[in-house]
């Protein structure tokens, strides 16, 4: 990959003071740019992708490398409406709205559905090699939620990796620059609030940090994906630390939903196992897969009418149910029963299988344990679907965004999908027109630095009391627990960061859900056991430079 060339000892900037907080790190060098891009995920490599073939200068910021974040992981597939003979586009709507709870924008959930077949050929033009049937027809899935066979997959349960080596692959025939084992810090002003440039500091091998940049832009497209690792217990991988959200609240912008944390309902649960756990894909159950307790009960038997293909939210609430009454003394985990799928299980499922055999597990011949785990941010930074936020020349795309596609709970292989519908439309609208800006003002850094140890307190804190279900004196519990000190301290490397981003993250998720007094979605109270009407509403949550400001809004698209 190329790198633009680094301005070494540039000159110092203007300086005042600022009610922004700010990481205390400060800038060693300079380079420009005329959009910069943090992360590289389908989202963030799409948008570069899109603008690069416009021939806009693009930078993209990645804190591992190319292929590391959580599109790599996606299992499921694309959600898109590709047989018009058995799908349709109101189809597809009507299960987004119906997993979404109320709380999904309507018009957003339209222009995404009818974009997505378009995202979905244009991968395929790029090179991308989705399974086919024996026709040579698209093969589709069926997930939980969808009342149709409508996912496309690749390698049977490895579409997210196939997606990515695509993507990956066109950044490397544009020549697309990139800095790799790099994180955005912090995104830096103008005297008027429009974005004018990103702090980013480059990582040495051990995570510490040794140099960092100022690079002038008048836009930044944040394409971060989630903030799984604000958990004990995640699908996500160890980067998905909610930098890009914590990012964009420091600055000002607007942050919606975010009480709406999806929990995947099976991961594959082991003894004491904490981070990173495998996710289980829906389309195991979509070929038969039943989910079973301790004492060999279905789960799902009379709690949805689709059954063990419910939308995840309320499979993740009935396994979390029972679990707490621990049938056959199992209260930690229940059972996903794929032994009726056969031996093609191995073809079609070859990650899960592979995985599960390696811990000492044979789908084929005995159930998976599993459980849920955290696995998708519904809410976010609040934008259009072409990224567009509250803060001028800052868009935000993907996981880390909050669209109102979603609402309350994400439809299985809807994320993937928007990621690379957003991707497009962003690089769209910044290739007729970037934004202008003036000089960068850079203010006093001001923000308390959290340490590694507060991180894992933090987590465990965050899945005993912000997990599937939720109370009132959990959830003060997690807002005590996720309040920062007053002390500035150093930022010198990765693990100093995402420790900070992850307290900032945490305290918005637990504070909105403390004040969503109802169950919808993916939030759950067992204090509020069901939805409430007047709670038909988003909480906006953002940063004025003096205090934190709470709106509740009506959703949109009605």
Request: net charge negative.
């Amino acid at each position: 990959m190329t790198s633009p060339a680094r301005v070494r000892g540039a000159s110092p900037l203007p300086s005042a003071p600022s009610s922004l907080p700010r990481l205390p790190v400060d800038p060693t060098d300079e380079e420009r740019a005329e959009v910069v891009v943090v992360g590289s995920g389908a989202a963030g490599a799409t948008a570069a992708r899109g603008l690069a073939r416009a021939g806009r200068d693009v930078l993209v910021v990645t804190k591992s490398g190319l292929g590391a974040g959580s599109t790599t992981w996606a299992q499921g597939g694309l959600a898109a409406v590709l047989d018009a003979a058995d799908d349709s586009w109101d189809d597809h709507i009507a299960d987004t709205l119906t997993a979404g709870a109320g709380l999904s924008d309507r018009v957003v959930v339209e222009q995404l559905v009818r974009l997505a077949p378009v995202a979905v050929h244009d991968l395929i033009d790029l090179g991308a090699e989705f399974d086919r049937d024996l026709g040579g027809r698209l093969a589709l899935a069926r997930e939980g939620g969808h009342q149709r066979r409508r996912i496309v997959h690749a390698g049977g349960d490895a579409t997210g990796a196939e997606v990515q080596r695509t993507l990956d692959g066109s950044l490397r025939a544009f020549g697309v620059a990139v800095h790799e084992r790099s994180i955005a810090i912090d995104i830096v002003l103008d005297a008027d609030g429009r974005v004018a440039g990103v702090l980013v500091a480059h990582l040495g091998d051990t995570g510490v940090v040794h140099d960092v940049t100022l690079v002038r832009t008048s836009a930044v497209v944040v394409a971060t994906g989630g903030l799984g690792q604000a958990y004990a217990v995640t699908t996500n991988p160890a980067e998905s630390t909610g930098d890009g959200l914590a990012l964009a609240y420091r600055v000002g912008a607007d942050v919606a939903d975010v009480e709406f944390v999806q929990f995947h309902p099976t991961a594959f649960w082991q003894p004491a196992s904490t981070g990173q756990q495998l996710l289980v894909s829906e389309a195991v159950r979509g070929e038969g897969a039943t989910l079973v307790d301790g004492a060999g009960r279905s789960v799902m038997a009379g709690v949805h009418p689709l059954g063990d293909l419910a939308p995840r939210d309320v499979v993740a609430t009935a396994i979390s149910l029972r679990m707490r009454q621990a049938p056959g003394g199992i209260g930690d985990h229940v059972f996903l029963d794929a032994t009726g799928i056969g031996p093609t299980m191995v073809d079609r499922f070859p990650t899960i299988v592979a995985r599960c055999r390696a811990a000492g597990i044979d789908p084929v011949r005995e159930p998976i344990p599993v459980a849920p785990a955290a696995h998708f941010a519904c809410g976010g930074v609040r934008a259009q679907l072409d990224g567009t936020t509250s803060v001028p020349g800052l868009f935000a795309v993907g996981e880390v965004a909050d669209t109102g596609v979603h609402g309350a709970n994400r439809l299985a292989s809807n994320g993937v999908t928007e990621g690379l519908v957003a991707g497009h439309l962003v690089a769209t609208r910044l290739a007729a027109d970037v934004p202008a800006s003036g000089p960068p003002v850079l203010g006093p850094p001001t923000l308390p630095v959290a340490s590694p140890a507060e991180r894992d307190v933090l987590s465990a804190a965050m899945s005993r009391w912000v997990g599937p279900l939720r109370d009132e004196a959990g959830l003060v519990s997690a807002v005590e627990a996720s309040g920062s000190s007053d002390e500035p301290g150093s930022a010198r490397s990765l693990t100093d960061i995402e420790a900070t981003n992850l307290r900032a993250v945490s305290q918005l998720i637990a504070r909105a859900a403390l004040l969503r007094e109802e169950s919808r979605g993916s939030h759950r109270r067992g204090d509020f056991p069901g939805p409430v009407d007047r709670w038909r509403q988003r909480i906006v949550q953002r940063w004025d430079g003096a205090a934190v400001q709470i709106d509740v809004e009506p959703v949109g698209g009605e």
